[in-house]
């Protein structure tokens, strides 16, 4: 609907473009949601942009934008269409346009929102990647509700979406582990699981990077990626940081770099001119002692991204990464030449409170609360939901025992709570699973308040896709699927669903609130959140 609003108006302003002679060109029509539902559904602001260019009142403009506009509204859904100062256009849609939205959601189901707007383009979603050299930790942990969610509204978007887990497993980490595991002057990592690859160490082995390899992959097969499974997450890839060295595609990177005249030698290091990039300092690909660095690697991971055919890269990481990243983003940039390619999501720190404290954590101490201690506390629903709930740029204070609490507190117990009460109903009212019963008719009778409320939030879900799918501001779907919780519990506190003595409103009635359900569960689904028939 907004984009057919969008639409009639760009064609009424060059209708009016062309009657006035303007040689200017056209702003963009932007058509968006009043923040109250008083000023309509739609409203623009196109009249009060106009109105310097071809030097008229912007009431005169919106009343000749409107006017144009008009003629077709019936078509649109439009209602009416009221021009208020100084200015903004604000268009209602009919009730029949809500009423007709329910009779969609029931016949399309799950597929309710889905859209061709990625047109197949091919995306690798990259998140987590936590070094193996522990169990994951909240920092990490942060990102894999936020990635896995992102990556199912874009496939819903149209998008092919490949999920990705870096392992760093080469380098400085890995080496730090095997001094660990041999318990040497040199050692940083503690904990129990240090202590259990200790004990395991084939007493003929002495070599630090060796048995950090050896520790490496125990760490991934036995905590990494079960804790993994245990959040809800399958990659589709593990990409292996070795492999880029064993495969000599780090030395092709900063040979690359070499023919370009990007790098030079210095105190025995090579270093990368990344200052020419607007970088506050040159970066070391290769230190005195003969080591990559992360920078040699990062690049010779992202050419490796963009040679394996994807239109985009997303990554997501903490943002004490966040320079190395921009760093990685102005290599696929500059010296790629692969402009728009690469998104950064930069995620911020996870603070756990317990009894009104914060736990500390610390991986090289050996005491931390890590992600598999939060899963089993409080289990994946309100792990995921909690997670995607904060938009990635804000701090995280998860509180566990809120997240605990069977009330309207907890915010993911809410949601689903609202899920489990409309199966009731239906389950009431002899409609199946297969939804047995449901039909279209009789939605003229939906004209209470509650009930419009209601459909004018569902309607509002294929546009938050769309809008996620651009922006990947995933923390609106949780807000979503709150809301449109608390507006069926609003309708359902005020409104009878089973009548006996009305059977056709409670055919109308059952009609929305299975297409509440619908776009409720299909909403939890994308967070990766269950959507119990009962609880």
């Not at 106009?50 to 209602?79: D, F, Q, T, W």
């Not at 091919?122 to 942990?141: D, M, Y």
Request: proline share 2%.
């Amino acid at each position: 609907m907004k984009k057919q609003i969008e639409k009639y108006v760009a064609e009424a302003v060059e209708q009016l473009f062309s009657e006035k002679g303007a040689s200017f060109a056209l702003p963009k029509i932007e058509i968006s949601r009043p923040k109250e539902e008083i000023f309509g559904d739609y409203t623009a602001n196109v009249a009060m942009i106009l109105a310097g260019k071809i030097k008229k009142n912007p009431m005169e403009i919106a009343e000749s934008i409107k006017h144009k506009v008009e003629s077709r509204k019936y078509e649109a859904g439009i209602e009416r269409i009221e021009i208020v100062k100084p200015g903004y256009m604000n268009f209602y849609l009919s009730k029949e346009y809500f009423q007709n939205k329910i009779a969609e959601i029931n016949r399309a189901k799950e597929e309710f929102g889905n859209s061709n707007i990625g047109d197949g383009r091919k995306v690798l979603v990259e998140f987590v990647s936590a070094n193996p050299t522990g169990s994951i930790h909240l920092g990490n942990a942060r990102g894999g509700p936020l990635g896995d969610a992102l990556a199912n509204v874009l496939n819903k978007s149209g998008y092919q979406v490949a999920r990705e887990f870096y392992v760093n497993d080469f380098g400085n980490q890995v080496l730090m582990l095997g001094h660990s595991i041999l318990k040497d002057d040199q050692a940083q990592y503690r904990g129990d699981y240090v202590e259990d690859l200790a004990k395991n160490l084939d007493a003929e082995k002495k070599d630090p990077m060796e048995i950090g390899n050896w520790g490496a992959e125990i760490i991934l097969e036995k905590f990494i990626k079960p804790t993994c499974e245990k959040l809800g997450i399958k990659f589709d890839n593990w990409f292996s940081e070795k492999s880029l060295h064993t495969s000599g595609e780090v030395e092709k990177t900063i040979a690359i770099l070499r023919e370009k005249n990007l790098v030079y030698e210095q105190d025995g290091a090579t270093w990368f001119k990344s200052t020419q990039f607007g970088d506050d300092k040159d970066r070391v690909l290769v230190k005195s002692n003969g080591f990559k660095t992360y920078s040699a690697t990062d690049f010779a991971y992202h050419k490796n991204k963009i040679e394996r055919g994807f239109d985009k890269l997303i990554n997501i990481q903490g943002a004490d990464h966040h320079k190395q990243a921009e760093v990685v983003k102005s290599f696929v940039e500059n010296i790629l030449g692969q402009k728009d390619k690469m998104g950064l999501i930069m995620t911020q720190i996870v603070r756990v409170i317990k009894d009104g404290k914060e736990v500390k954590m610390s991986k090289r101490k050996g005491v931390y609360f890590a992600l598999d201690d939060l899963l089993d506390e409080v289990g994946k629903d309100a792990v995921r939901f909690i997670f995607t709930s904060y938009a990635p740029n804000s701090h995280i204070n998860f509180d566990i025992d809120v997240a605990k609490e069977q009330s309207e507190k907890n915010p993911v117990f809410y949601a689903q709570y609202a899920h489990a009460r409309i199966c009731s109903i239906l389950s009431k009212a002899g409609i199946s699973d297969k939804e047995q019963g449901i039909s279209d008719k009789n939605l003229e009778l939906l004209n209470n308040e509650k009930e419009l409320s209601l459909m004018k939030e569902l309607n509002k879900f294929p546009e938050l896709i769309e809008e996620i799918s651009r922006t990947y501001e995933v923390h609106k779907l949780p807000y979503y699927a709150i809301g449109l919780a608390d507006k069926f519990h609003s309708f359902y506190a005020v409104c009878r669903v089973i009548d006996e003595e009305n059977s056709k409103l409670t055919e109308a009635r059952l009609n929305l609130i299975n297409a509440v359900r619908i776009v409720l569960a299909e909403a939890l689904r994308l967070i990766g959140v269950s959507a119990p028939n009962k609880m």
